[in-house]
């Protein structure tokens, strides 16, 4: 079997054709490694897989890169004004900087650009088959796997391949969680799902009523606060809205100064706590509900301004809603509001429909699989799952390690089968295991890491693979 460095860039010649147990024909593409997805997670997996010597075929099921941050697909969850929450310097992949004269928290529009350079800069467009979705992977042959894909909307026939081992980054910011509420059907005014909101001008003159407090919920709080006729804003418990700078440093810098100096959470959230208590102040005096937990215990929200407009009376905070009716909704303290439309921020649900779910080790089918590392699958090395995390600093740095790792292992499997061996035996020790402090129980916090917590893992995993 070839090393990694001999594998070549995947072409014609690399295939052969093979036939499925029920005699369909199978391209073969032997040594090839697929990626499934070409967002952020896709575009690292892609360039580091090729960096390491193997070849790679990644299948994006829109026309363009950079998933989720391309406004133009049609499942891209962002809107007109979307920033980044996390800070430029922490959410940029380590090889490759954002330019020195962007802001802090660059527009979603920078972020596409951003992709598009890297894909220049690395050459990885090569290796894409646009407009191709994956309906299908299957084990086969021990640790292999055949990949049925076929053209985005179902056109066409479709084309198996069979590769030497898969990496999903499918992301999972773009399957709506929709929360059941009763009369919800009965309810006549207008609903929609925060992944359908795009523009300020859905909301202008309505009356508005935004369910959800994570941080997309509280961005299209304040733009109603802004376009509206009125604003409410519904949470289940109360929050923390920390604002994006601190000190006039970006949150999350002065919070990564706290971890690299190890300062311990209690420490952490004590400091925490006064700096809120010195800057936004007590969030009661605005109306809204006192947090029912410490600071670190629900995913951070950055919002420097959802509490301005609370105080301006331009956004009012209410508990969560009992039940719709056909025109109004009975909030949880039994007052009756009445708005024009609903928006419900409430979030996204992973979803990997092309696979059986047990596979990934979710049993039971909610779309929570089992992974070490929120990545690698027990019982099947040369399976993994990429950006399958919700960290509490920006996401590319961390998969790109992912991938890193991901590519020295397979390239282990080749050359150091003993190494691979010890591994597959931490996947399967490890597997399920979080990088997180105690966080609140909920769906949003499935994949909850704390970045430097993560990052030492990732790093830890790499040092035993490579006998460091
Ligand atoms: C409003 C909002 C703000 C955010 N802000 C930040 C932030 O500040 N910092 C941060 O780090 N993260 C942020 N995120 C998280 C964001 O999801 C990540 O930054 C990043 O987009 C994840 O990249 P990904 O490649 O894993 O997934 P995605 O970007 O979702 O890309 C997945 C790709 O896979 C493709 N795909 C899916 N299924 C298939 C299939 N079956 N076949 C072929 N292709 C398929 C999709 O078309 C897509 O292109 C934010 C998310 C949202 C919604």
Known sequence: MPTPTEHGRPDAETTTLARSHDGRPIADRGDTVCVIGAGASGLTAIKNLAEHGFGVDCYERETGIGGAWNWRHDRSPVYASTHLISSRPFTQFPDFPMPDDWPDYPHHSQLLSYFERYADHFDLRRHIWFGTEVVRIEPVDGDRWDVTTRS???????????????????????????????????????????????????????????????????????????????????????????????????????????????????????????????????????????????????????????????????????????RLHPHSVELTDGRQIDPELVVFATGYLPRFEFLDAKILGDDEGVGRPRLWLNAFVPNHPTLAVAGLLQPDSGLFPLVHWQAVLFARLLQARITRPDRADAFAGRVSAGAGERYSGRVKDSTRHWFEVGHVDYLRALERALRDLEGK
Request: aromatic share 10%.
């Open 152 to 322: 985005t909307g179902g056109y066409g026939p479709e084309r198996t391949s069979r590769y030497a081992a898969v990496l999903i980054a499918n992301g999972h910011n773009w399957s709506p969680k929709l929360p059941r509420y009763d009369g919800l059907e009965q309810f006549r005014g207008e609903v929609m799902h925060a992944s359908s909101y795009k523009d300020p001008a859905q909301l202008r003159g309505k009356r508005v009523l935004v369910v959800g407090a994570g941080n997309t919920g509280c961005d299209i709080a304040v733009e109603a606060a802004q376009q509206a006729s009125h604003c409410w804003h519904s949470t289940r418990r109360g929050y923390w809205y920390a604002p994006k700078y601190v000190f006039g440093r970006p949150a999350d810098q002065v919070n990564d100064t706290l971890l690299a100096l190890r300062v311990p959470l209690r420490l952490r959230q004590w400091l925490y706590h006064r700096t809120l208590r010195l800057t936004v102040g007590d969030l009661t005096r605005f109306g809204l509900p006192a947090p029912d937990h410490r600071v670190y215990e629900t995913h951070p929200i950055a919002n420097s301004q959802l509490v301005y407009h609370v105080g301006h009376g331009a956004i009012t905070p209410v508990p969560d809603v009992a």
